[in-house]
C-alpha cells in the first residue's frame, strides 16, 4: 500500500512550489526589464535627420548673427550731400523692412546680425537733422544690415520632404532703388524625410541636391521685378516655397 505524505510533506511541497512560483516571478522581472532596457538603447541610438538639420541650422544662424560686420563704404560718393541724403531715405525704408520682418517672423527664424549695430541705426535715424552733414556722413558708413531667414519648404508633391533652408541677406546702401538688390546668400540647405530615422552613428545627408547658383540668379531677376517696394518677405514666403522643389532640387536616386 502506498504511503500518503504527511501535513509536513505537503507544507514542504506548498513550500516549495510558492519559491518556485516566486523565482519564476522574479526571473520573468528581470527578463521584462532587460527587454525594456534593450528597447531605450534601441531609441537612444536611432534620431531623426529632420530634427538634427533643424538643429545644425540653428547652430549656424546664431553663429553667423555674431559674426563682425564691415562698414558700408565703396558704393557711393560720401561727398555729395544728395547722394548722403539718398542714403537715409533708403536706410529709413530698410528699417521699416526690418520691423515688418520681425513681426512676421519667430526670433529663432529670423536674426539680425549683431554687427550691424541695429539699434544704434535707429538712434541715428530718430535724431537725424538732414542739415547735419556729420550726421549723414555717420548714417552712410553705419555696417550694413544683415540677417538671416531659416525657413523649412514642403516638397508639395511629397508632403514628408522638406528642405531647410537659411539664407544670409545684405542690404546695399541704396536699397530698395532699382539698381541696388539685396544680396542673398544660402548659407545652410538639407532636403530630410520629416518620417525617417536612422542609426545616430549616420552621417547626415540631403536627400536633394540644390542648383545655388541658378537659384541666386533667380532670385535676383525675381528682386527686380519687385523693386522699388521691398522684395525680402515676398521672396522668401511666397516666391521660393513655390519654385524652390521643382526648379531647384533634384532628388537623389535611391
Known amino acids: 500500500m502506498k504511503q500518503q ?17 516566486k523565482e ?16 531605450q538603447q534601441k531609441l537612444a541610438d ?5 530634427e538634427q538639420s533643424l538643429e ?4 549656424l544662424s546664431k553663429k553667423i548673427q555674431q559674426e563682425k560686420q564691415k562698414d558700408s563704404i565703396g558704393e557711393t560718393n560720401y561727398n ?25 517672423c519667430t526670433d529663432e527664424e529670423f536674426r539680425i546680425s549683431e554687427g550691424c549695430e541695429l539699434d544704434n541705426l535707429r538712434n ?28 523649412t519648404i514642403e516638397d508639395e508633391a511629397e508632403r514628408d520632404m522638406v528642405a531647410h533652408v537659411l539664407m544670409s541677406l545684405e542690404f546695399p546702401n541704396l536699397y530698395p532703388l532699382d539698381d541696388a538688390k539685396p544680396r542673398f ?16 552613428n549616420k552621417p547626415l545627408e540631403s536627400l536633394g541636391f540644390l542648383d545655388e547658383s541658378n537659384l541666386i540668379d533667380s532670385i535676383d531677376s525675381e528682386a527686380e521685378t519687385l523693386l522699388p517696394y521691398p ?15 521643382s526648379k531647384f532640387i533634384t532628388m537623389k536616386t535611391v
Open 5 to 21: 505524505p504527511s501535513g509536513k510533506d505537503k507544507i514542504s511541497d506548498r513550500q516549495a512550489a510558492r519559491r518556485a512560483r
Open 46 to 50: 536611432v534620431v531623426k535627420p529632420h
Open 80 to 104: 555729395e550731400v544728395a547722394n548722403l541724403k539718398t542714403i537715409a531715405e533708403c536706410k529709413q525704408s530698410q528699417l521699416d523692412e526690418i520691423m515688418a520682418l520681425e513681426a512676421m
Open 231 to 245: 522684395c525680402v518677405y515676398e521672396i522668401t514666403s511666397t516666391w521660393l516655397p513655390e519654385n524652390l522643389f
Open 185 to 200: 546668400k544660402v548659407s545652410y540647405f538639407m532636403v530630410t524625410d520629416t518620417s525617417a530615422v536612422c542609426n545616430a
Open 24 to 39: 519564476e516571478e522574479r526571473v520573468k522581472k528581470i527578463e521584462e526589464k532587460r527587454r525594456e532596457e534593450k528597447e
Open 124 to 151: 541715428k535715424m530718430e535724431e537725424l537733422d538732414e542739415s547735419d552733414e556729420t550726421a549723414l556722413r555717420s548714417i552712410a558708413r553705419h555696417p550694413s544690415i544683415s540677417f538671416t531667414l531659416q525657413m
Open 56 to 59: 545644425r541650422m540653428v547652430a
